[in-house]
């Protein structure tokens, strides 16, 4: 194609070739066998936790509301990109503009949603801790709800602006897109028009959404282990500690991943380190979050067993 053939949506390509996660051919089966397992696991994992959270009344609380948002949400961004990684393992993985554009739609959205919920979930806990006779007045399910659909709200505002403006590029020189998915950092890359108002609107987003949770997440567990810290009994640290674990290092795992790739102090940098991150983040985490609340919560664990039991002696 040449520059010449300009589509009426500012792009001469109709079609991108997305490389994969590895061009080593004594890789690709081995890879797609794990990927393949990994999102298996991440579909029943999120599922089960959202089916279990529906059917047992004493999870109906804030925080299981906000974990049942975080499994859907990990559910569905995991399904926007694994399905496509997948068949870059076995075949030329071809994408259309438009699909590709859809895509970065659902992953800005999903990956944005994931940033609002984990700060709600860290608010809660501050509530729960910092202020448990408040508990209730604080997290009431208008609070609840209203965080939500602010946390939504924000996702697509963010999603809209990012492919809104990755739409009046012009791609022109290529369309081999050096990734599994269609990222902002390798599309901007293949531009051949000016990326500036992008660049602009990816620090403006992607500040506001990992910047303003990661200092909000960083000062609501400042709270939470000062006031830990003061209570006397080994017993009551140890169990308010329980409480927040789980959610410490969730927050650790997706925001330290997704903040590699977007606050690098370089655009120049190793291409495969920069794959290893986003999978992390968009195909690890999703799998890990159902195990890292449900192992080491025993409300999740007792709600599992009597769901079960219940099960069993229907048959």
Same mark, same amino acid.
């Given at each position: 194609?040449?520059?010449?053939? &300009?589509?009426?949506?500012?792009?001469?390509?109709?079609?991108?070739?997305?490389?994969?996660?590895?061009?080593?051919?004594?890789?690709?089966?081995?890879?797609?066998?794990?990927?393949?397992?990994?999102?298996?696991? @991440?579909?029943?994992?999120?599922?089960?936790?959202?089916?279990?959270?529906?059917?047992?009344?004493?999870?109906?609380?804030?925080?299981?509301?906000?974990?049942?948002?975080?499994?859907?949400?990990?559910?569905?961004?995991?399904?926007?990109?694994?399905?496509?990684?997948?068949?870059?393992?076995?075949?030329?993985?071809?994408?259309?503009?438009?699909?590709?554009?859809?895509?970065?739609?659902?992953?800005?959205?999903?990956?944005?949603?994931?940033?609002?919920?984990?700060?709600?979930?860290?608010?809660?806990?501050?509530?729960?801790?910092?202020?448990?006779?408040?508990?209730?007045?604080?997290?009431?399910?208008?609070?609840?709800?209203?965080?939500?659909?602010?946390?939504?709200?924000?996702?697509?505002?963010?999603?809209?602006?990012?492919?809104?403006?990755?739409?009046?590029?012009?791609?022109?020189?290529?369309?081999?897109?050096?990734?599994?998915?269609?990222?902002?950092?390798?599309?901007?890359?293949?531009?051949?028009?000016?990326?500036?108002?992008?660049?602009?609107?990816?620090?403006?987003? &992607?500040?506001?959404?990992?910047?303003?949770?990661?200092?909000? &997440?960083?000062?609501?567990?400042?709270?939470?282990? @000062?006031?830990?810290?003061?209570?006397?009994?080994?017993?009551?640290?140890?169990?308010?500690?329980?409480?927040?674990?789980?959610?410490?290092?969730?927050?650790?795992?997706?925001?330290?991943?997704?903040?590699?790739?977007?606050?690098?102090?370089?655009?120049?940098?190793? &291409?495969?380190?920069?794959?290893?991150?986003?999978?992390?983040?968009?195909?690890?985490?999703?799998?890990?979050?159902?195990?890292?609340?449900?192992?080491?919560?025993?409300?999740?664990?007792?709600?599992?067993?009597?769901?079960?039991?219940?099960?069993?002696?229907?048959?």
């Amino acid at each position: 194609m040449t520059p010449g053939m &300009v589509s009426e949506n500012n792009s001469s390509v109709k079609e991108f070739i997305l490389l994969g996660l590895t061009q080593l051919p004594e890789l690709q089966m081995p890879f797609f066998f794990l990927f393949l397992g990994i999102y298996v696991v @991440s579909m029943v994992g999120n599922l089960g936790l959202i089916v279990l959270i529906v059917l047992n009344p004493h999870l109906h609380t804030p925080m299981y509301y906000f974990l049942f948002n975080l499994s859907f949400t990990d559910l569905c961004y995991s399904s926007v990109i694994t399905p496509k990684m997948l068949v870059s393992f076995v075949k030329q993985n071809i994408i259309s503009h438009a699909e590709c554009m859809t895509q970065l739609f659902f992953f800005a959205f999903f990956v944005i949603d994931e940033c609002c919920i984990l700060t709600a979930m860290a608010y809660d806990r501050y509530a729960a801790i910092c202020k448990p006779l408040l508990y209730k007045v604080i997290m009431s399910h208008q609070v609840c709800f209203v965080l939500m659909v602010g946390g939504y709200t924000v996702g697509f505002v963010g999603a809209i602006a990012h492919t809104v403006c990755m739409l009046r590029l012009t791609f022109c020189d290529g369309n081999i897109i050096n990734h599994y998915m269609c990222d902002i950092p390798p599309l901007l890359k293949l531009s051949c028009t000016s990326t500036s108002i992008n660049e602009l609107v990816v620090f403006i987003v &992607v500040g506001v959404s990992i910047i303003v949770p990661s200092l909000t &997440v960083f000062i609501s567990y400042t709270l939470i282990l @000062s006031n830990i810290l003061r209570i006397h009994s080994a017993k009551g640290r140890s169990k308010a500690l329980s409480t927040c674990s789980s959610h410490m290092i969730a927050v650790s795992l997706f925001f330290g991943s997704s903040s590699f790739i977007y606050f690098k102090s370089s655009p120049v940098g190793s &291409v495969d380190k920069d794959k290893i991150s986003t999978v992390f983040y968009t195909v690890v985490v999703p799998m890990m979050n159902p195990f890292i609340y449900s192992l080491r919560n025993k409300d999740v664990q007792i709600a599992l067993r009597k769901t079960l039991k219940k099960n069993c002696s229907l048959k």
